[in-house]
């Protein structure tokens, strides 16, 4: 079977080769078609699959009729793209190609078809202008000459796509991405990009805010991603201390945590081994003598922070303008009562009022002037009323 296209017709012409016992071939006409192309103006690649398809539908006419049936049935076209069309395995096409070829690979496979150049292309004749007496000089009738050897050439099967990215009927390439999700903790490493206790505060309130909005049975009259210009509540606030306390604290002890909620005891090499800590709504508390005394729960267990941590640093910023810039001994009272503790905490309050500005100008020390060096005059012997100095005082009138 042979096919091709041109911008008039479609033809396709189906030849039967019989090699006899003694190495003779014999090569009969069967079956030729040609049609008209559509007005609508399809391209060449589109009407050489048009011409592939003809092909097809008359093998299937042909040996229908056949009573003996040949040993195999090859398809021969001249365009590259069609074979690269049958052959695909990767791509994908658009409506009018994809049908084509589907109704091409529905009784055919692309082992079936080869390439034949178009001088030896017996369908191109069906494709143009020839006169019916010129017919019986041409290969029409007889065939391409390979047709007529022992031995036909072959091949290469496999033919890949000419110029995938700028053909018009291939789809474009398309990735998939597949999005796993894994919980994880919050690192507060995230936290150094905010430079007060309440910008970093507000900011972890606002994502529990949002996250509270997209459950199905949340309370929050918020739906939905968005931008809410309400303040936040005392709830949402207090959350979001308890999972930026729990950040840092599961970076500074990560150890210490994992082995307490284990109900384990902690390491003796750890720091805070002699606070006696122990694990109450995922943060570290310290311990001691007073678990029956009838106080705050706050002041009888406070929040372990480390010293290193920028939250730490922020807190007692914080402490330290709540106490309007007061000593060392009002900042640590006030991070007390907060229910905090702070390891170390003396010298991190001690850091914070050095590196404050209006501490600095309130408890600054008094400036003395220093005194200018003497004259010469009075460095030197001289004879007296040698250097005379007057103390006159005015008002003088002046007369111009």
């Known amino acids: 079977m042979f096919s091709d296209a041109s911008n008039w017709a479609i033809g396709a012409v189906a030849y039967l080769r019989v090699v006899t016992t003694d190495g003779q071939c014999e090569v009969g006409f069967v079956l030729g078609k040609a049609k008209l192309a559509s007005q609508s103006g399809p391209t060449i690649p589109r009407l050489e699959l048009c011409g592939a398809v003809l092909a097809v539908e008359m093998a299937e006419l042909i040996l ?28 994908r096409f658009f409506v009018y190609v994809h049908n084509r070829v589907q109704r091409i690979r529905q009784t055919t496979s692309p082992q079936q078809w080869y390439y034949v150049p178009t001088n030896q292309n017996p369908a191109d004749l069906a494709t143009r202008a020839v006169p019916a007496s010129w017919l019986t000089d041409t290969m029409w009738f007889t065939g391409p000459e390979f047709l007529h050897k022992p031995h036909q050439p072959e091949t290469p099967r496999s033919f890949e796509l000419v110029d995938p990215e700028e053909d018009v009927d291939v789809r474009p390439q398309l990735t998939t991405l597949a999005t796993s999700l894994r919980e994880s903790e919050l690192a507060s490493e995230r936290f150094q990009r905010f430079s007060t206790w309440e910008y970093l505060l507000r900011a ?122 007061q000593g060392r001994q009002f900042i640590e009272g006030a991070i007390r009562a907060a229910g905090l503790w702070i390891v170390a905490g003396k010298r991190l309050i001690g850091s914070v009022l050095h590196r404050c500005v209006t501490c600095c100008k309130l408890r600054g020390k008094l400036e003395t002037q220093k005194m200018a060096d003497l004259p010469s005059e009075r460095l030197s012997s001289s004879p007296p009323f040698t250097y005379v100095g007057l103390d006159v005082f005015g008002p003088w009138n002046v007369i111009s």
């Open 64 to 91: 229908d009729e056949l009573d003996h049936k040949p040993d195999a049935v090859r398809f021969y076209s001249d365009s590259k793209v069609v074979l690269g069309y049958i052959c695909n395995e990767s791509k």
């Open 204 to 325: 972890v309130s606002f994502l529990i805010h949002q996250i509270r909005s997209h459950r199905t049975n949340s309370t929050v009259t918020c739906k939905g991603w968005h931008q809410c210009n309400q303040p936040r509540t005392p709830e949402e606030l207090q959350a979001a201390k308890i999972v930026i306390i729990k950040a840092a604290q599961r970076d500074a002890y990560p150890e210490e945590c994992v082995v307490l909620l284990e109900n384990r005891a902690i390491p003796k090499s750890s720091t805070i081994l002699n606070l006696d800590p122990f694990v109450c709504d995922g943060l570290l508390r310290i311990g001691g003598l007073l678990r029956h005394a009838s106080v705050n729960p706050e002041v009888k267990n406070p929040i372990i922070l480390p010293k290193q941590s920028h939250v730490t640093r922020l807190l007692v910023s914080h402490h330290h303008a709540k106490v309007k810039h």
